[in-house]
């Protein structure tokens, strides 16, 4: 179960093409597409540059109007049905 003391990086052979605001993703190992809206864009975008989920979280809290309880639900969501697509790789604990 992914937190916000989690750690994730990006799974190999994932590639994004950016379309606007949102994104497309394609795993190369599966051959599958998957279509992100604007916030799962910017998530995926953030994960490219940092492991932490806690970082994601704090940089989202300034971009976005939003409470952060919700916030940390959203993100957690998202970050878990990753994980389920085997999208990202998760490691919990504190980040090194």
Known sequence: MITVQS???LAPGL??????DEAVLLDTNSGRYYG???LGARIFD????T???QEIKEVLLQEYKV???RLEVDLLAFLNELEGRKLIHVTNG???
């Open 7 to 9: 750690t994730i990086a």
């Open 46 to 49: 953030l994960a490219k540059s």
């Open 51 to 53: 492991s932490s989920v």
């Open 94 to 96: 504190n980040p090194a």
């Open 15 to 20: 590639t994004a093409a950016h379309l606007g």
């Open 36 to 38: 992100l809206n604007e």
């Open 67 to 69: 409470e952060e309880d």
